[in-house]
């Protein structure tokens, strides 16, 4: 046998053992997560919480809105906010250089007026250009700053911020009323935690009413489908497994809860990465490290944030590459934590998993779809065997899918037309036939672009949440 086709064979083998690692480890995360949430749902008495809030146990809280040309969803966004359940919050929207009607969305639907607002510079910005207050709502401040980026703006927001806790929230988002109140819940009970961050679900289709998502409708558009089962299963599996055995690596961006003056000894979000959210988590962990404070970063899945997620192929296709990048550029830039006991299990599991199976993982799946069938066709590999390697892949993936939806029919149930539910199904099972191998090659292409340092945010097509 000559040495390539000892080298196909292996590779091959190298490919299957693979699959089987980090399809197991998905399993595994699957168990986890389901007693996770179970616990948390048991546990879950909101009339108690808000008991404990209004007899005084509770931290005031900065929400911070980043936007840059939002006309379409920005009033939604900020009504939404100002509407939570919550006893003492500012809401501060940072336009970052918006050049569209973003500054006079907000100052037609709020009353906007011109003013000061004193603040200490804790971490470096772009020029401030004007700072407003709303004539209706005393906790609303809007500030129109030189653009910076997404980071820059989160970092304005931090510097005038006036709570011990402050929440980023995007301008295209919705926020359930009390999501605060649990997810703040984990603050007071533990003074450990210096971050935590709830679920991301897709709002496209859905009714919205005064900022709020009323009904749940399935969107007809076809991405957007693969999307909702795709938040499900990162969030309800992902997530919720990695913070129920501490290894929690990221916090979306979209909705996520920080202790400030935490956020300010690490630096705040660093600007020259498109990944600001996984950044800051890892460098959070790596500074509370090196100052030797305990520190717990958790994921609560129950408080609800409704996004617009794409609906084209183009758009999804730039997201994720960006996703990519981002990925990246996180645990390159924070690499010390690499198999570093000291770090626990995020350095010891997390870090080596999300490098191995999703950083190495696009290169990886489509170097193996391509000597598999080089091995078929070369007949080093019996077909019939890689069919059901292929078949066994599939199903696994479908199992995954299906499982997270069927959680959320069980402790959520946010879709109440059966049609919708079955409908999920359907895509769940189409996901892993073609969705995931388009995903893998998207994937890839956020690899090359972060090689060679190309791509940036890209732009998103929005539309408002009324018209929905």
């Given at each position: 046998?000559?040495?390539?086709?000892?080298?196909?064979?292996?590779?091959?083998?190298?490919?299957?053992?693979?699959?089987?690692?980090?399809?197991?480890?998905?399993?595994?995360?699957?168990?986890?997560?389901?007693?996770?949430?179970?616990?948390?749902?048991?546990?879950?008495?909101?009339?108690?919480?808000?008991?404990?809030?209004?007899?005084?146990?509770?931290?005031?809280?900065?929400?911070?809105?980043?936007?840059?040309?939002?006309?379409?969803?920005?009033?939604?966004?900020?009504?939404?906010?100002?509407?939570?359940?919550?006893?003492?919050?500012?809401?501060?929207?940072?336009?970052?250089?918006?050049?569209?009607?973003?500054?006079?969305?907000?100052?037609?639907?709020?009353?906007?007026?011109?003013?000061?607002?004193?603040?200490?510079?804790?971490?470096?910005?772009?020029?401030?250009?004007?700072?407003?207050?709303?004539?209706?709502?005393?906790?609303?401040?809007?500030?129109?700053?030189?653009?910076?980026?997404?980071?820059?703006?989160?970092?304005?927001?931090?510097?005038?911020?006036?709570?011990?806790?402050?929440?980023?929230?995007?301008?295209?988002?919705?926020?359930?009323?009390?999501?605060?109140?649990?997810?703040?819940?984990?603050?007071?009970?533990?003074?450990?935690?210096?971050?935590?961050?709830?679920?991301?679900?897709?709002?496209?289709?859905?009714?919205?009413?005064?900022?709020?998502?009323?009904?749940?409708?399935?969107?007809?558009?076809?991405?957007?489908?693969?999307?909702?089962?795709?938040?499900?299963?990162?969030?309800?599996?992902?997530?919720?497994?990695?913070?129920?055995?501490?290894?929690?690596?990221?916090?979306?961006?979209?909705?996520?809860?920080?202790?400030?003056?935490?956020?300010?000894?690490?630096?705040?979000?660093?600007?020259?990465?498109?990944?600001?959210?996984?950044?800051?988590?890892?460098?959070?962990?790596?500074?509370?490290?090196r100052i030797k404070r305990p520190y717990k970063v958790l994921f609560i899945p129950d408080p609800v944030c409704w996004t617009q997620v794409p609906e084209s192929y183009r758009g999804l296709q730039t997201q994720r590459r960006r996703w990519q990048r981002g990925l990246a550029e996180s645990l390159f830039l924070n690499f010390e934590i690499f198999l570093n006991p000291q770090f626990g299990t995020v350095g010891m599991i997390s870090f080596p998993f999300f490098l191995i199976f999703e950083f190495l993982g696009p290169l990886i799946e489509?170097?193996?779809?391509?000597?598999?069938?080089?091995?078929?066709?070369?007949?080093?590999?019996?077909?019939?065997?890689?069919?059901?390697?292929?078949?066994?892949?599939?199903?696994?993936?479908?199992?995954?899918?299906?499982?997270?939806?069927?959680?959320?029919?069980?402790?959520?149930?946010?879709?109440?037309?059966?049609?919708?539910?079955?409908?999920?199904?359907?895509?769940?099972?189409?996901?892993?036939?073609?969705?995931?191998?388009?995903?893998?090659?998207?994937?890839?292409?956020?690899?090359?672009?972060?090689?060679?340092?190309?791509?940036?945010?890209?732009?998103?097509?929005?539309?408002?949440?009324?018209?929905?």
């Amino acid at each position: 046998m000559s040495s390539g086709a000892t080298f196909i064979i292996f590779y091959s083998v190298f490919i299957i053992l693979y699959f089987l690692a980090i399809n197991l480890s998905y399993l595994a995360l699957v168990v986890v997560s389901f007693f996770s949430i179970q616990k948390t749902s048991l546990a879950d008495k909101i009339a108690v919480r808000e008991q404990t809030f209004k007899s005084g146990f509770f931290k005031p809280i900065s929400i911070i809105i980043p936007a840059f040309n939002e006309e379409a969803t920005i009033a939604d966004t900020v009504r939404s906010t100002l509407s939570l359940r919550y006893p003492d919050f500012e809401v501060i929207v940072v336009s970052d250089g918006s050049t569209d009607r973003t500054i006079a969305e907000l100052t037609e639907a709020f009353a906007l007026k011109p003013g000061r607002h004193s603040y200490r510079v804790e971490l470096k910005t772009k020029q401030i250009r004007h700072t407003y207050r709303s004539a209706y709502y005393p906790n609303l401040v809007v500030i129109d700053k030189d653009n910076g980026g997404k980071s820059d703006a989160l970092n304005a927001g931090i510097n005038i911020a006036q709570f011990p806790l402050f929440c980023n929230i995007d301008s295209d988002s919705l926020v359930d009323t009390t999501a605060l109140l649990k997810i703040t819940d984990l603050f007071v009970k533990d003074w450990r935690v210096v971050a935590a961050g709830g679920t991301i679900r897709a709002a496209n289709g859905a009714l919205v009413e005064s900022g709020q998502v009323k009904t749940l409708r399935l969107t007809d558009s076809f991405w957007a489908r693969f999307q909702i089962v795709e938040y499900l299963r990162a969030f309800l599996f992902g997530r919720a497994g990695w913070s129920s055995i501490g290894g929690l690596l990221i916090l979306s961006g979209a909705f996520s809860v920080f202790r400030r003056k935490a956020v300010i000894t690490a630096g705040g979000y660093r600007t020259n990465t498109i990944g600001e959210d996984m950044e800051l988590v890892l460098r959070l962990q790596r500074t509370m490290k090196r100052i030797k404070r305990p520190y717990k970063v958790l994921f609560i899945p129950d408080p609800v944030c409704w996004t617009q997620v794409p609906e084209s192929y183009r758009g999804l296709q730039t997201q994720r590459r960006r996703w990519q990048r981002g990925l990246a550029e996180s645990l390159f830039l924070n690499f010390e934590i690499f198999l570093n006991p000291q770090f626990g299990t995020v350095g010891m599991i997390s870090f080596p998993f999300f490098l191995i199976f999703e950083f190495l993982g696009p290169l990886i799946e489509l170097s193996g779809y391509i000597i598999l069938i080089y091995a078929i066709a070369g007949g080093l590999l019996n077909p019939s065997f890689v069919l059901l390697f292929f078949i066994a892949a599939v199903l696994l993936g479908v199992l995954l899918s299906t499982a997270a939806l069927l959680m959320e029919e069980i402790y959520f149930r946010s879709y109440p037309r059966l049609r919708d539910i079955l409908i999920l199904f359907f895509f769940a099972v189409m996901e892993n036939i073609f969705y995931r191998q388009l995903h893998t090659w998207w994937r890839f292409l956020g690899l090359i672009d972060f090689l060679f340092k190309k791509g940036g945010w890209g732009t998103m097509a929005r539309q408002s949440f009324s018209n929905q």
